[in-house]
């Protein structure tokens, strides 16, 4: 509800004030200056041309980009609107769904929920880059042959997650598959068929680590 | 096998066999496109401003520095952009009726004046990008006088409540009338006179967003006279024709597109106000709008499963013989009637003495609406709750009671097959019911207690009228175009199977197209779980007449092709067609925690013969997995002191997880009525209806207190043990 209440602030507009604070810390920093007021989450851009922008350089599904984004752009709003992947999605925009779930150097993060400018030098895999020299991730013909997807808008999500788990432990539990996607919902409620699905990915040779 | 459980299945080719999903590849790829991801040339991005009062009437609305703001396109409010919103508001909530749509004194608009809940619109803009839609948001000024709001259904019945609409809080029936909906059948003086005990019990159930993935979106493009709008519908075709009545233009002036959506439950069948905004936005501003809402205005602005209150009287005999039931229930609505408020299961009783009354009231809260099985999760809940307390206190088991008080065939009420006593026999015995119940409740020893519950359902599963065109090619290649949005049960593989299997070809050879009014014929769309049923028959007829064509002119040569198309509608013959089903629940409670664990969960259910078993599998246990989550978990909790709601959101609603998630046991007992496509009857909604009761009956029988409210929070155990 932007803009409604005023003690309700956006997971963007809470990023933003944040991120801002950071590349500040880190100037305030350099100078040995005194870190910045929390002043700064009132302080919104005004006009379509003079937000701050950044310069920052990226590695998405293995091809670098060198690209300049507003400071106040979320990591999904990048992958989304202006690198046009859009497999992953958006599902509540504040770190509650998981359906913007990426790999972030290697690790699952919810991409709603880091700045753009935070992946400055850093490497990004979406669902776009799990299929390799046109042959899909054991996880992704797991997730077919176990009806993984129901209305697949978590799908992606569940699939980077589980692919940053297997990356790490090959040969998981159910259990510790439940735990280590504990953070991606499915409202279709399909949790056992996701955990057959990453169960069965598991137990296939290359199935596990990448 | 008996008459009346149908006949036994003869084997198929490719119905009834566990079959991928045709676009499966697109679902883990990234590559289903979604009404978020679409993107026109010059497309704008809109936002929506919502009220932050329960109840307020709005003096005055400055938009005038958001329109000065560089990159905004347009502005619309209740003075200069307000459409009429059939289906937001319909008298008797009749959703799928015209008439009563029109005929409303409680018209619902696009922005409306007074707002009637915190989250209601009250403005939109649409401007170069999102960030700047949403600074324009911030510099709208609403001057609000606050009214006073009411939260509890049960104080807005009261005379000294405030109106929130004219004619007060009880909403208008179908003839605009303040009556509330009323069944007699018998005598109740009699029934209660013939009974040997009386029961009472009240009982309520919460607000359940449904809580789809994806969030609301609309896209919408004008091309002169005629709007295309993509947006999340499981009913192409009924939504088109309501937004063509909404915005007086033509049906055929309208294009609906939904190719993927992010979960139905619902919320998705017909015009959202979302759809009207972004058209009228994107015709004021002359460019293609995408309108999004953000994960909390799509929880507070949409609608959820309507919260009730429910009191029983019950009067039987010693031998559990029931003579009389009398209940009367209050459906919170919202400040708007999108739907009937009903609460079901009454049906399923044997009782020649009922008195049925629910009372649809207004409140200040979010709207209630469709959710998967509109009005049965909570009315099985609270009526199976009551004969699962009756049974206990007669000392009978919960399922002889069962088997004897539901509702049988007879000379009146004939089933085209039934088999809810084969379900509820075959459930006991796999569950190992008689191990599992407690006989005395609450009787485990230790402080961690566990007991069982059942409950029993019959759902509709009727026939209807749907339509659907085949084509082949000269390279034997098959085209089904079929109206149908696959919402996430995978219709659009199951139609395709159905065709596949009566042209005698592989599923590989027939191409699906569906989710686009102007390539699609009328389909029911996907709710009331009728697909399956409706269009699929349609499926059968069209590929029969394509056949017919093929045996008389061959397989067409060059750049020819033959079509052929079909619009069935096929009754039952005066028989009623149901699906049935009984849950088994065993639930192991922490009475020193009050916490949950649900340790065995089996589900049988008839659904005729079974599609694809790899889907419906799933459409059961995710089913029950979300009754499970409504059992134990969700709420929209509001302070009554302000008229706030305090949890939209996943998180705040304490959603299941990964970790949440029991073990769901599926058993269909598979028969063909000789109706539908190949027997097939319901599935997506039926899963549903079962689990709060049967959860909160074994939670009931675990800890020796009757539970009668839901969800089932650590807070009620506690509360019933103290």
């Known amino acids: 509800m932007a803009g409604s209440h005023k003690d309700e602030v956006s997971r963007r507009e809470f990023l933003e004030g944040t991120g801002a604070a950071v590349v500040a810390v880190t100037a305030a920093s350099t100078l040995g200056a005194q870190a910045p007021v929390p002043g700064a989450l009132e302080t919104a851009p005004s006009a379509v041309e003079d937000v701050p922008r950044t310069r920052i350089s990226v590695i998405v599904n293995g091809t670098k980009h060198v690209l300049e984004v507003e400071d106040r752009w979320t990591l999904v709003e990048l992958l989304r609107d202006h690198l046009r992947l859009t497999g992953t999605k958006i599902g509540c925009d504040r770190g509650e769904c998981g359906a913007c779930t990426v790999l972030l150097d290697g690790k699952a993060v919810y991409s709603c929920s880091n700045l753009a400018v935070w992946a400055d030098g850093r490497e990004i895999v979406t669902v776009e880059g799990l299929a390799r020299g046109g042959r899909l991730d054991p996880l992704q013909q797991a997730f077919i042959d176990h009806n993984a997807p129901q209305c697949a808008f978590c799908t992606s999500g569940q699939l980077m997650s589980a692919r940053a788990l297997l990356n790490r432990n090959p040969s998981p539990t159910a259990a510790q598959i439940r735990s280590a996607m504990v953070g991606n919902l499915c409202r279709c409620a399909n949790y056992p068929a996701i955990v057959e699905a990453v169960l069965a990915a598991a137990g296939q040779p290359n199935g596990g680590a990448r | ?722």
């Open chain 2, 1 to 722: 096998m008996s008459e009346q459980t149908g006949t036994p299945l003869s084997a198929l080719a490719t119905v009834g066999h566990a079959t991928p999903r045709i676009d499966a590849l697109e679902r883990v790829t990234g590559r289903a496109t979604y009404t978020a991801d679409v993107v026109l040339p010059g497309m704008l991005f809109a936002r929506a401003l919502r009220s932050p009062h329960p109840h307020a009437r709005i003096r005055r609305i400055d938009t005038a520095r958001a329109e000065a703001l560089p990159g905004v396109r347009a502005v619309i409010t209740h003075e200069n952009g307000a459409v009429w919103w059939g289906a937001g508001s319909i008298a008797g909530g009749g959703q799928y009726n015209d008439e009563l749509k029109q005929i409303t004194k409680q018209r619902r608009y696009t922005f409306n004046n007074p707002v009637r809940f915190v989250g209601e619109p009250v403005a939109a803009v649409a401007a170069v990008n999102r960030h700047v839609a949403e600074e324009a948001l911030r510099l709208i000024t609403v001057d609000y006088e606050v009214l006073p709001f009411v939260i509890d259904p049960e104080e807005a019945l009261e005379p000294s409540a405030v109106k929130i609409w004219p004619e007060g809080n009880l909403a208008l029936n179908t003839r605009n009338e303040a009556q509330p909906n009323a069944v007699r059948r018998g005598s109740l003086d009699e029934g209660f006179g013939a009974a040997d005990e009386v029961f009472e019990n009240r009982f309520t159930t919460a607000f359940v967003h449904n809580a789809q993935m994806e969030p609301r979106a609309s896209v919408a493009h004008w091309e002169g006279d005629k709007l295309t709008v993509y947006t999340p519908t499981g009913g192409i075709s009924n939504c088109r024709h309501d937004i063509a009545r909404d915005l007086g233009i033509a049906d055929e002036n309208v294009r609906v597109v939904c190719q993927y959506m992010g979960g139905n439950f619902g919320n998705k069948n017909q015009n959202q106000d979302a759809d009207l905004i972004a058209a009228t936005l994107a015709r004021k501003a002359g460019a293609p709008v995408r309108l999004e809402l953000s994960r909390k205005e799509d929880w507070l602005g949409m609608h959820g499963r309507w919260h009730t209150i429910q009191r029983y009287k019950v009067g039987v005999k010693k031998d559990g013989t029931i003579t009389a039931i009398q209940s009367r229930a209050i459906s919170g609505m919202g400040g708007y009637r999108k739907n009937s408020g009903g609460v079901s299961g009454l049906e399923l009783y044997e009782c020649p003495n009922v008195e049925s009354t629910t009372y649809p009231v207004y409140t200040n809260r979010t709207s209630s609406g469709n959710n998967r099985g509109p009005s049965d999760p909570q009315g099985f809940f609270g009526i199976e709750s009551m004969m699962d307390e009756i049974a206990h206190k007669l000392k009978m088991d919960p399922v002889e009671f069962a088997l004897k008080n539901m509702r049988k065939p007879s000379a009146q009420l004939q089933y085209t097959n039934y088999s809810l006593d084969e379900c509820i026999r075959r459930g006991a015995e796999l569950f190992d019911w008689k191990r599992r119940w407690r006989p005395t409740p609450g009787s485990d020893v230790g402080p961690v207690k566990r007991g069982a519950g059942m409950s029993f359902m019959a759902f509709r599963a009727g026939l209807g009228r749907s339509s659907a065109m085949l084509r082949i090619d000269a390279r034997r290649r098959y085209t089904l175009f079929v109206g149908v949005t696959d919402v996430g049960g995978g219709a659009k593989t199951t139609m395709g199977m159905i065709a596949a299997e009566e042209l005698g070809v592989p599923l590989s050879q027939v191409d699906v197209v569906s989710g686009d009014t102007d390539r699609c014929p009328y389909s029911v769309g996907e709710s009331g779980s009728r697909t399956t049923i409706m269009t699929g028959y349609a499926v059968v007829e069209a590929a029969r007449d394509l056949k017919r064509q093929i045996a008389e002119h061959g397989i067409p040569a060059g750049n020819d092709v033959l079509t052929a198309s079909a619009t069935p509608n096929p009754n039952s013959g005066g028989k009623v067609r149901s699906c049935f089903g009984a849950h088994f629940v065993e639930a192991e409670v922490d009475t020193e925690l009050g916490a949950v664990r649900i340790t065995k969960y089996v589900a049988v259910h008839e659904s005729g013969r079974i599609m694809n078993p790899l889907t419906a599998r799933d459409q059961i246990r995710g089913a029950a997995l979300q009754g499970i989550g409504q059992a134990l978990r969700e709420d929209l909790l509001y302070d009554r002191r302000n008229g706030q709601p305090l949890n939209a959101g996943y998180y705040g609603a304490r959603h299941m997880t990964h970790l949440g998630a029991a073990d769901i046991e599926v058993t269909f007992i598979e028969v063909d009525d000789g109706f539908g496509p190949y027997g097939a009857k319901t599935i997506g909604e039926s899963g549903i209806i079962l689990g709060p009761a049967a959860v909160a009956n074994a939670v009931s029988n675990a800890i020796g207190r009757r539970i009668t409210d839901i969800p089932i929070a650590r807070d009620r155990i506690m509360g019933a043990l103290a």
